[in-house]
């Protein structure tokens, strides 16, 4: 038996199954777009820890500030014992992302904990109570995060589930144009969303709106502007918080530092995580300063939150990134990846429709592109064939039928060019289509 083998053994004996396994590939070290597995096979990595590394693996200037940090100080508690790395990393956040004249950064360890700390903020800030989210988004599994999560196989057996949650239909020109034009889907979708606070919810008690705007685990489906320019509009008549969620979009996955900022609006409250920390564990809840003020003392914090370790990783990672233009790295994998896509597409039937923003793309697989009836099992296939040529790849979507492309932006022509050949092939060998 193989080591591979060996370690997914031992993990089944100890590790409850509720532990998905998204990719059944091993891990013993990484540099850069390059996982080595336990057996010393170098992989090629589109999956990016889900995201989390847009600056390659174990990037020198990060290892070194954990390094430098773990030797002074790993952990007092912030509410303990204030230290300088949270002020600092605060501020480089601010400077990214003002939200208005004055922001202010609370520091979380996950995508669900920022989720979580920003629906507390909105009602207290408010003092309502509602919350109206998307259907095929994803906001994390604590019990808030997966109440705003629509995706039906994340909570089975998990409720009752947090009360005043309304989901509204994700604006998913692909699967739901109906024949209508952008325009006209568009201004179809509008009315739905203020339809919703005549019959759904009464906007007097709806605190906050949550949204993707690319949607991460929903399949990189990307929310049309003018639809998000609306959802500004209406959240400012009613006094309603907007929330965006960018723990998958953020820190140059989109071409952009944040997703928010191809859309021409400011939200009230942003929540981040993933690629912020290179691995490490911490996100943040980011808003205009009036509104994180609402929250009364001890109503948000936690233990770990804003660890000095984590923080000077993050705040490591943010400069190194900006020393790097990450930004320009991605429009360059964009370039590169939706090329090869297009022509894919071209070529392969099965291919349904290519989805994102910037360097965060993917693809959908489906049985019949009229009808659009998804193919999760030739998803999965694809997925296990493309690990036995050494590419990492993990899929998405409500029906588990979409390839993302999530490798770091740092990755070489030569990696990114040989994984899309991978992908490209064994797509190819798997349908029977042409390699032209």
């Known amino acids: 038996m193989d080591k591979n083998a060996i370690i997914h053994e031992r993990r089944k004996s100890v590790v409850p199954r509720g532990v998905g396994v998204f990719n059944p590939a091993t891990a013993d070290s990484a540099r850069n777009a390059i996982v080595t597995d336990v057996d010393g096979r170098e992989l090629i990595d589109f999956a990016g820890g889900i995201g989390v590394q847009n600056a390659g693996h174990c990037p020198e200037p990060v290892v070194e500030a954990i390094r430098n940090q773990a030797q002074k100080l790993i952990h007092t508690c912030f509410n303990v014992a204030t230290y300088d790395v949270y002020m600092e990393l605060a501020e480089e956040l601010i400077a990214l992302f003002p939200h208005g004249d004055h922001t202010k950064v609370m520091l979380t360890t996950t995508g669900a904990e920022s989720v979580e700390n920003a629906v507390k903020i909105a009602r207290q800030y408010t003092g309502r109570s509602a919350i109206v989210a998307f259907t095929d988004g994803f906001h994390g599994r604590s019990m808030m995060a997966m109440t705003l999560t629509s995706k039906v196989s994340y909570k089975v057996g998990c409720g009752p589930f ?248 740092t990755i070489s022509d030569d990696h990114l060019k040989r994984g899309l050949d991978i992908l490209d092939e064994e797509l190819v060998r798997l349908t029977g289509s042409s390699h032209k």
């Open 162 to 409: 947090a009360p005043e949650v309304y989901h509204l239909q994700y604006p998913n020109y692909y699967r739901y144009n109906d024949g209508l034009s952008p325009d006209d889907f568009v201004a179809r979708e509008t009315r739905r969303l203020r339809e919703i606070l005549i019959n759904r919810v009464d906007p007097k008690n709806v605190a906050a709106v949550i949204i993707e705007l690319v949607q991460g685990e929903g399949g990189f489906v990307e929310a049309p502007v003018s639809y998000i320019q609306e959802l500004r509009k209406v959240c400012d008549e009613y006094g309603i918080v907007l929330i965006i969620d960018e723990v998958q979009t953020g820190f140059g996955r989109t071409c952009k530092w944040g997703a928010y900022q191809h859309y021409g609006i400011t939200p009230d409250i942003s929540v981040w995580a993933k690629s912020m920390g290179a691995g490490m564990p911490i996100g943040c809840v980011m808003g205009k300063a009036e509104i994180m003020d609402s929250a009364m003392p001890g109503t948000i914090g936690g233990t770990y939150l804003g660890n000095p370790v984590c923080a000077a990783a993050a705040l490591a990672n943010i400069r190194f990134m900006k020393s790097i233009d990450i930004n320009s790295k991605a429009e360059h994998v964009a370039e590169i990846v939706r090329a090869r896509f297009e022509n894919m597409k071209s070529r392969i039937p099965v291919i349904g429709s290519i989805q994102g923003l910037g360097a965060m793309l993917a693809f959908s697989l489906v049985k019949n592109k009229q009808h659009k009836e998804p193919d999760a099992d030739l998803t999965r296939k694809l997925v296990l064939a493309c690990l036995d040529r050494g590419l990492i790849l993990i899929s998405a979507g409500v029906y588990g039928n979409v390839i993302r492309i999530l490798s770091p932006l």
